[in-house]
């Protein structure tokens, strides 16, 4: 593990969190690979029969650190060339996001369930990690949702289509609008809705809970009901999904927002993105 996720096996359970509280815990390279190997070093155990991921702090994840600056790691080796200004290569673009997504869907693929623990936010990036998870439980104050699909960017893992369906999916990626517990309830989105002083307790003892089933049942179900979804073009959606995002962050009104950084700071372009919505930062105060 790195310093940036924390693993632990207590009781049966592994606990993974992610661990940049005072970032909001926003999305590394070395966070998500050490979310990675946190996944592998549980799906290795022979004393761990579920996990639980969440953040450190008041927040699961705000997403990506867009201000971090620090190196991705890119599979993909070509020759170094002079390139002119401002050119973007697409296929280092998918080579970058799509070991992103492969190392997110380490929890897809993980044969013990996955619980994920969704306090403050989730948001952006955070989607895309949190949405492989086979259960959400949600603090009752908490929000969810998928802001870059206003501007920088399409959903990666895009497990948004396949737990909502049509409708909802819809009327929630159009947006980007933040979406609370209550929602996220009604509409299926997450599993359990819990008051936040109780949840971190609720879903350790439901993660327990798998001690009485046995690892290869739970193993072949869960493989089960993955494999329906990826009969449905799930990871053909995902190619998809991650090339749009590269192209997403590369329009012209993408790299005019990415400029507004310097000019009025990163905090400022959020907010002007928001306000129309009126969620995430830009919520009415009580």
Same mark, same amino acid.
């Given at each position: 593990?790195?310093?940036?996720?924390?693993? %632990? %096996?207590?009781?049966?359970?592994?606990?993974? /969190?992610?661990? #940049? $509280?005072?970032?909001?815990?926003?999305?590394?390279?070395?966070?998500?690979?050490?979310?990675?190997?946190?996944?592998?070093? /549980? &799906?290795? &155990?022979?004393?761990?029969?579920a996990v639980v991921l969440r953040g450190v702090g008041d927040t699961f994840t705000a997403g990506y650190d867009l201000t971090d600056g620090g190196e991705w790691d890119v599979p993909y080796g070509v020759p170094d060339i002079e390139t002119r200004e401002g050119a973007w290569d697409p296929v280092k673009d998918l080579a970058f996001m799509g070991?992103?997504?492969? #190392?997110?869907?380490?929890?897809?693929?993980?044969?013990?369930?996955?619980?994920? %623990?969704?306090?403050g936010w989730a948001i952006g990036g955070a989607t895309d990690v949190v949405l492989c998870c086979d259960q959400l439980y949600m603090a009752s104050d908490a929000h969810i949702g998928y802001a $870059?699909?206003?501007?920088?960017?399409? $959903?990666?893992?895009?497990?948004?289509?396949?737990?909502?369906?049509? %409708?909802?999916?819809?009327?929630?990626?159009?947006?980007?609008? /933040?979406?609370d517990a209550e929602t996220a309830h009604r509409i299926g989105l997450v599993a359990?809705?819990? $008051?936040?002083?109780?949840?971190?307790? #609720?879903?350790?003892s439901d993660a327990r809970r798998f001690r009485h089933i046995p690892a290869n049942q739970l193993a072949l179900n869960k493989l089960l009901i993955n494999q329906a979804f990826e009969n449905m073009g799930l990871r053909t959606t995902q190619l998809i999904g991650t090339l749009f995002d590269g192209i997403a962050r590369h329009t012209e009104e993408a790299y005019r927002w990415a400029e507004s950084f310097e000019e009025?700071?990163?905090?400022?372009?959020?907010?002007?993105?928001d306000a129309p919505w009126q969620d995430y930062g830009e919520r009415p105060k009580d």
């Open positions: 593990m790195t310093e940036e996720v924390l693993y %632990e %096996e207590i009781d049966g359970i592994a606990i993974v /969190a992610i661990n #940049r $509280p005072e970032k909001k815990n926003t999305l590394t390279e070395e966070v998500v690979h050490g979310i990675a190997d946190a996944i592998d070093a /549980a &799906s290795r &155990s022979k004393e761990v029969v070991n992103n997504v492969r #190392r997110f869907m380490r929890i897809w693929e993980c044969p013990k369930p996955v619980l994920g %623990e969704v306090k $870059p699909s206003r501007l920088f960017g399409t $959903p990666t893992t895009l497990l948004w289509v396949y737990r909502l369906g049509l %409708e909802h999916a819809k009327q929630f990626l159009l947006t980007g609008r /933040a979406i359990h809705v819990v $008051p936040p002083g109780e949840l971190a307790e #609720r879903i350790e009025s700071g990163f905090r400022e372009a959020v907010r002007r993105r």
